[in-house]
């Protein structure tokens, strides 16, 4: 079995970040087996204590809490899995049997129904030697997912390539009509809370920032985000390019760059992930999209915060290469539509 087998494959992704779950024996060979082996490409982000402790350090990582507090830590660190080390005596009594039954030649199995899962896929993989069992509530196939990467690149690299006059046109006549910069530049959170910067074509006045506090009594969407149909800071040429979506075209770039994908969930603010529930944060298990099936079911007509949840969850639940196809085909029509755009 090779030393690596079926845990956090696919060259496509960046570090995994890891979260060590206990103190005792195993986490500690699994801590210097990762600082041993950079090429598995991951990084230790920190351990959390099943014995109590809340601070100081283990083998050289800081200990950032204890297990009580596990909500918590993932949502205030960047954490792509969390590896768990049980130390209890049940799991020593089974160890010992299962030897026993080694040393007279007989097979055995272990139970795996006691773990009651809602969502997560379950499956068995292999670190330095060290057999794990996996809950991962995302697809991870790693032919499935360097398709994926394969065709971003290729897709938004030629997108670049065909639309760059087009892509100028657009930025003269923004510079044109209105002060201010040509590009709008924001921070979202993408995958697992990594945040990166967003590019748009600058669709507002060059004060929007300053006036969203004013306009917030307007609001028209039910959770954390922000949108009304008829948005005073939006420039003329802006209300053009956000009724064909061309405001998004530079996220191209970002698709490029792999901090986005073309289809997924779109990239929240940092502040809009501040005030999800918790199972809204599931979406951020993968890269953030130039367009989701939120935006080929109405787009923005139907401003219901839950319901946009809900669909990228589903999105999750059945991704596959075909429905990201099948989306991209869905999102062109709806473009030049402008079918719900505001």
């Not at 129904?113 to 794990?132: K, Q, S, T």
Request: overall charge positive.
């Amino acid at each position: 079995m090779n030393i690596r087998e079926n845990l956090f494959t696919g060259g496509d992704r960046p570090r995994e970040m890891v979260l060590v779950a206990g103190t005792g024996q195993q986490a500690e060979r699994f801590i210097y087996l990762v600082s041993l082996n950079r090429e598995w490409n991951i990084d230790v982000v920190g351990v959390v204590s099943d014995a109590g402790e809340n601070t100081g350090s283990f083998c050289g990582v800081a200990v950032l809490g204890n297990i009580s507090q596990l909500s918590q830590i993932i949502h205030v660190h960047v954490v792509d899995r969390v590896i768990f080390f049980p130390e209890a005596a049940t799991v020593t009594s089974i160890q010992k049997s299962l030897y026993q039954c080694e040393l007279e030649g007989i097979d055995a199995s272990v139970a795996l129904g006691f773990f009651d899962r809602r969502i997560a896929n379950m499956r068995l993989e292999f670190v330095g030697g060290v057999p794990f069992i996996a809950f991962e509530t995302t697809h991870k196939s790693p032919l499935q997912r360097a398709l994926k990467r394969i065709m971003d690149v290729v897709l938004s690299g030629l997108g670049i390539f065909v639309l760059s006059p087009f892509l100028l046109f657009i930025a003269l006549l923004i510079k044109l009509t209105s002060p201010g910069p040509i590009l709008f530049a924001q921070p979202r959170m993408g995958l697992h809370g990594r945040v990166f910067t967003l590019y748009k074509f600058r669709s507002m006045y060059r004060d929007a920032e300053e006036r969203l506090a004013e306009l917030q009594s307007m609001n028209e969407a039910d959770g954390p985000v922000f949108k009304i149909r008829n948005d005073p800071r939006i420039t003329s040429v802006g209300k053009l390019m956000r009724k064909l979506s061309i405001d998004e075209l530079p996220q191209l770039l970002n698709v490029f760059a792999g901090d986005m994908s073309l289809v997924g969930p779109r990239p929240p603010l940092p502040s809009e992930v501040s005030r999800y529930e918790t199972w809204h944060r599931r979406r951020l298990s993968v890269r953030p999209g130039l367009t989701c099936l939120w935006q080929i079911s109405g787009r923005s007509d139907a401003i219901d915060f839950h319901e946009w949840m809900r669909l990228d969850l589903k999105y999750l639940d059945n991704w596959s290469i075909w429905l990201d196809i099948r989306i991209i085909l869905r999102t062109i029509p709806a473009v030049f539509l402008g079918k719900g755009a505001y």
